[in-house]
Structure formats: structure tokens, C-alpha cells
């Protein structure tokens, strides 16, 4: 089976990372126009891919190098500075190749750092992997566990795709038992499979966890049922480290933590302060630090309501449907917290937690953003690619960066400044020179790419509209743009609506003034038509 892999462009080479964890046998065969990809996957799994490439590559100047949990190639190109659009001849896109979204920007006119940083640059990122492997679950022997349907109901879901909600109708799944934790406690559900469907959301009714998937599950039919490890380690890391900066803001600086959100990119902990003494987060991020390098156990407890350890352990309260006994998670010797969501067995496990910084919060409240473990990593290698983008856009060095962007900033104020004052010298030369014209009709008629409102009202102002329509548009000349319509008070009431339905776009008027959006500047030339009509028209009724 072929590996699954990513590939970016740069000027001088092309990137492949075939994802391939401890794998063994590698072999790669690359020749000028093709290259052949092998080697065993851990579980003895032979794994294939052959690329025929875009263009042709060095085959002696490209190299690769394996690492655990993937192998880098990088192919020298033939011509340099030639972009390539796709990795393979072929147009179509294998299944298992993806652009590295992450890596890809524009290289026109970088220069090339070569084949040196991008090594020394893989190199960094691999010693901060060295952290070993996901640590297992506590209360699993495996990812899998075997249970049985329940209940199978008709539901419908709302789901947000690319910013737009839509409705997905499935089946609400109740199972004997669950390995999938529900949504609370400020921590997202986890998702996975029951059998091969995939579980879109896990909900809490009572003490039931509530499955959605798109496909019926047969009632009573024992299933398999597989937790996403990637999503449920990432949330255990968040959340015991949350509990961990809670902790340490608390005994610290007597900071009480009021709620807190576990979010796609990074996490927020409400803080009861309305502000932060200079050089406490930086403080507070060291401990905090240490105390994971410490390997530190954390450990859950099931009490019983009226157990008195109940009343010496951190809670904001219950649910008020909440039934059996109590869950305590601690932190050996820091704390003890009555918690519903999933944790790691020790600090260690965190690897390490970065405060982002603080923000102003609701009601005097402190908002505190951080991360925890690989989101840390993944924010370093966003970072660094992003410095390296700005450092090839802004030619200067990172520390220099801020300075650069705020005299391009200023400079752009500038401009806009200046090309606004000749926007409107033009307005009014443009206006002069149709006064000026003897034969002039009683239409004026005029289209720029460039412009704004102001600029199409000046032109008005400066005819004068008494008696002469104007007829002014801004934009693309056949797209989406700007319009307006001045001229006699009855003129323009009567043909606004009229010009509004041309364009097929929106606006409003008063006191001789039409103007709004235009949807297709294309059709002005039927806008200019209806206009010499009616003035034709009235002029005839007048005589």
C-alpha cells in the first residue's frame, strides 16, 4: 500500500514527507524523472510509492534522511526557480498525496536558503519530538473496546463547515457502555468509530452518553467502538494543564479561576482579577514548567457524596443532574479538583506550557491564554515558517520585522492619503471639463475602476444637477462595484429603482441622489440607455 505523504515547492527544490511511523527497509530510488519510494511499516506492512515527477530533478544533489515517524526527501530541481504546480506529470492527484499547506508560500524572488538550513531546521523540530511516545490510557488496555446498541434513533445535527452551519441528518446511538467522553466541563467531545461509522458527536442526556452518526446501528448488535487518540491526547493535555495553571495561580498569587474554554488553537482560563502585576505570567509559566519536569503523578478518586474529602477538594459545583459517585482528579501535592473530563496519568506527559499572555475579560474578569504540549510545537513550527516568509517579503532580520511593517504601514497611509487628494483634483477637472464642453447633453455618463463615493459625489456636486443626470460608477467594468444617480428630485426618484434592478444590486436615495451597490456594472450600458430615453422624453413633453 502506498504511504500517505506531503509535498511543498521552493525555488530550488521540491519537498516530499512520506508519513511512515518506525518504519524499516527504506529504500528510495530517485532518477531524473521518477522516483521510487519503499520500505516496512512497524506492524510489517510493506509500503510502496511510485511519483513520476512534474520536471526533472538532480538525481546526485537530491538526499533523504528517515526519522521516526517520517522520511524526508528533497528533490533537487533541474531548472531552478521554476515553480511546479503539482509534484507528479500526471494531472490527476493520487489519494495519498497532500500539499503541506503549512510549508507552501510564494518564493518568487526569495532567496533560497538550501539544502544546509532545511536540514538544521528538520533537525530542531526532531529534537523537540523527542519527548517519546503518547503515553497510554489509564483506564484502557487499548484504543479499542467492545460494546453493544442500545437504542437507534432518527436525529438531525448542526454542523459548522467553512464558517456556515448545515443540518446532517443521522442517528442518535446509546451504547451498553462508552469509551467516548461526551462534551462539558469545558472540554470538548472526543470523536472515533463505532465499527466502521464514524462518530460525529458525543452529547451527555443524564447520565447517558449520546452517539451521532450518519449511518443506523443495529439494536442489541455488539460493536467495536475506537476513540481519535490524536484529539483525545491533545484535550488530556490541555485540560490537566489547566488544571496545573489554575493550581499555581491560585496558591501563587491567589488569582481563582472563574471558567475556562479548551479551543481549537489555544485555551483560555478566566481569571477573577481584572488585571496582572508585570512579570507574574512569566513567573507563573516557570513553576508551572517545573512542576511538569518534575513528573508528577496525577491520579483520579471516586468518592461517595458524603465523603468528607469531598469538601476540601476545588469545585465550582455540580451539574444539577448529576448522580453516583464523585470524581476527584489530583495532582500529587498541588491539587485535588472535582473534574468529569480526561487527564494524563502524569505532568510529565504534558511535556511543557506556554502563556501566550492576558487579555482584558468580562466583568473585570482576566482572560489567560496558553497551550500545552504539541499545540506548543506546532505554534513554534507556524512560527518559524511564518518569520522565514517575512523575513524573504521584508529582506530584513526577525528582530526587525515590527519596524519594517510599521513604515510600510505608514506608508501606505501616505499613499492612500496622496492618491486620495488626486482622486478628488480629478473629480473636479473631470466635472470642469463637461461644463465647459459646448455641446454637453443633458446626460453625464462616466465609469473608473478606481474610486469611492466621494469621489463620484464631487464630480455631481461640481456639474451641478438642476438639469443635467449624472450617471457615475466605480469598480470592476463588469463585475460588483459602486453606483450613483443625481439629478432632478423627480428625475431620480422615478429612475432609482429602475437603475437599482439593472444592476441588480441595492440602494436607497434622497433629495435628488441615488446610490448604493451594483451587482453587474456590465449592464451600465442599459443604465446610460433608460437615461437618454427618459431626457429625450421630457424634453419632448417640455417643448
Given at each position: 500500500q502506498p504511504a500517505k505523504a506531503l509535498w511543498f515547492d521552493r525555488s530550488k527544490y521540491a519537498y516530499i514527507n512520506f508519513i511512515v511511523e518506525d518504519s524499516k527497509d527504506v529504500q528510495v530510488d530517485i532518477q531524473e524523472n521518477k522516483m521510487i519510494f519503499s520500505c516496512k511499516s512497524a506492524d510489517d506492512t510493506n509500503v510502496y510509492n511510485e511519483i513520476y515527477f512534474y520536471d526533472k530533478v538532480e538525481p546526485k544533489d537530491s538526499r533523504e534522511r528517515r526519522y521516526d515517524r517520517t522520511i524526508n526527501v528533497m528533490l533537487r530541481k533541474l531548472k531552478d526557480k521554476v515553480a511546479w504546480p503539482r509534484l507528479t506529470k500526471d494531472t490527476g492527484k493520487p489519494c495519498w498525496l497532500a500539499v503541506d499547506f503549512d510549508n507552501w508560500r510564494d518564493w518568487e524572488k526569495e532567496e533560497e536558503d538550501g539544502m544546509a538550513e532545511y536540514e538544521r531546521y528538520v533537525d530542531m523540530l526532531q529534537d523537540m519530538k523527542k519527548g517519546g511516545a503518547q503515553p497510554a490510557m489509564d483506564d484502557l488496555d487499548d484504543l479499542d473496546f467492545d460494546t453493544v446498541v442500545v437504542s437507534c434513533c432518527p436525529a438531525e445535527l448542526k454542523l459548522e463547515n467553512n464558517g456556515k452551519k448545515e443540518k446532517i441528518k443521522g442517528f442518535n446511538v446509546t451504547l451498553q457502555d462508552t469509551i467516548l467522553f461526551p462534551e462539558g466541563g469545558g472540554q470538548p467531545d472526543d470523536r472515533g468509530l463505532i465499527g466502521e461509522v464514524p462518530v460525529l458527536r458525543v452529547t451527555r442526556e443524564g447520565a447517558e452518553a449520546v452517539h451521532f452518526v450518519e449511518s443506523a446501528l443495529e439494536v442489541g448488535s455488539a460493536v467495536p467502538l475506537r476513540v481519535d487518540w490524536e484529539r483525545r491526547f491533545d484535550h488530556m493535555q490541555q485540560h490537566s494543564g489547566q488544571h496545573l495553571i489554575t493550581a499555581i495561580a491560585d496558591s501563587k498569587f491567589g488569582y481563582k479561576t472563574t471558567s475556562w474554554e479548551l479551543g481549537r488553537q489555544r485555551s483560555v482560563i478566566e481569571l477573577d482579577t481584572p488585571?496582572?502585576?508585570?512579570?507574574?505570567?512569566?513567573?507563573?509559566?516557570?513553576?508551572?514548567?517545573?512542576?511538569?519536569?518534575?513528573?508528577?503523578?496525577?491520579?483520579?478518586?471516586?468518592?461517595?457524596?458524603?465523603?468528607?474529602?469531598?469538601?476540601?477538594?476545588?469545585?465550582?459545583?455540580?451539574?444539577?443532574?448529576?448522580?453516583?459517585?464523585?470524581?476527584?482528579?489530583?495532582?500529587?501535592?498541588?491539587?485535588?479538583?472535582?473534574?468529569?473530563?480526561?487527564?494524563?496519568?502524569?505532568?510529565?506527559?504534558?511535556?511543557?506550557?506556554?502563556?501566550?499572555?492576558?487579555?482584558?475579560?468580562?466583568?473585570?474578569?482576566?482572560?489567560?491564554?496558553?497551550?500545552?504540549?504539541?499545540?506548543?510545537?506546532?505554534?513554534?513550527?507556524?512560527?518559524?515558517?511564518?518569520?522565514?516568509?517575512?523575513?524573504?517579503?521584508?529582506?530584513?532580520?526577525?528582530?526587525?520585522?515590527?519596524?519594517?511593517?510599521?513604515?510600510?504601514?505608514?506608508?501606505?497611509?501616505?499613499?492612500?492619503?496622496?492618491?486620495?487628494?488626486?482622486?478628488?483634483?480629478?473629480?473636479?477637472?473631470?466635472?470642469?471639463?463637461?461644463?465647459?464642453?459646448?455641446?454637453?447633453?443633458?446626460?453625464?455618463?462616466?465609469?473608473?475602476?478606481?474610486?469611492?463615493?466621494?469621489?463620484?459625489?464631487?464630480?455631481?456636486?461640481?456639474?451641478?444637477?438642476?438639469?443635467?443626470?449624472?450617471?457615475?460608477?466605480?469598480?470592476?467594468?463588469?463585475?460588483?462595484?459602486?453606483?450613483?444617480?443625481?439629478?432632478?428630485?423627480?428625475?431620480?426618484?422615478?429612475?432609482?429603482?429602475?437603475?437599482?434592478?439593472?444592476?441588480?444590486?441595492?440602494?436607497?436615495?434622497?433629495?435628488?441622489?441615488?446610490?448604493?451597490?451594483?451587482?453587474?456594472?456590465?449592464?451600465?450600458?442599459?443604465?446610460?440607455?433608460?437615461?437618454?430615453?427618459?431626457?429625450?422624453?421630457?424634453?419632448?413633453?417640455?417643448?
Open positions: 488585571s496582572v502585576k508585570p512579570g507574574e505570567m512569566e513567573e507563573l509559566e516557570a513553576v508551572v514548567n517545573e512542576k511538569i519536569r518534575a513528573h508528577i503523578p496525577v491520579t483520579v478518586q471516586l468518592l461517595s457524596a458524603d465523603d468528607p474529602t469531598v469538601e476540601k477538594v476545588r469545585s465550582r459545583g455540580l451539574p444539577d443532574d448529576h448522580a453516583g459517585p464523585i470524581r476527584i482528579v489530583d495532582i500529587k501535592g498541588i491539587d485535588a479538583n472535582m473534574c468529569c473530563g480526561t487527564h494524563v496519568s502524569n505532568l510529565s506527559h504534558l511535556q511543557m506550557i506556554k502563556i501566550l499572555g492576558t487579555e482584558k475579560g468580562k466583568k473585570n474578569k482576566t482572560n489567560l491564554i496558553f497551550l500545552a504540549g504539541r499545540r506548543v510545537l506546532k505554534f513554534v513550527e507556524r512560527s518559524f515558517s511564518t518569520e522565514r516568509a517575512l523575513t524573504s517579503l521584508l529582506k530584513t532580520g526577525p528582530e526587525e520585522h515590527v519596524e519594517a511593517v510599521d513604515k510600510l504601514q505608514k506608508s501606505v497611509k501616505l499613499l492612500q492619503k496622496n492618491n486620495l487628494n488626486l482622486l478628488r483634483d480629478m473629480a473636479v477637472l473631470i466635472a470642469q471639463n463637461f461644463k465647459n464642453n459646448p455641446n454637453r447633453g443633458k446626460v453625464f455618463s462616466l465609469h473608473r475602476k478606481d474610486g469611492d463615493n466621494e469621489f463620484m459625489n464631487i464630480i455631481a456636486n461640481e456639474i451641478g444637477t438642476e438639469d443635467t443626470v449624472a450617471f457615475l460608477t466605480v469598480g470592476e467594468e463588469k463585475g460588483a462595484g459602486l453606483f450613483l444617480l443625481a439629478g432632478p428630485v423627480e428625475t431620480v426618484d422615478t429612475l432609482g429603482p429602475r437603475v437599482v434592478d439593472l444592476l441588480e444590486g441595492k440602494g436607497a436615495g434622497k433629495k435628488g441622489r441615488y446610490q448604493g451597490k451594483a451587482g453587474r456594472l456590465a449592464r451600465r450600458g442599459e443604465v446610460e440607455a433608460l437615461l437618454q430615453q427618459h431626457t429625450r422624453l421630457h424634453s419632448s413633453e417640455e417643448e
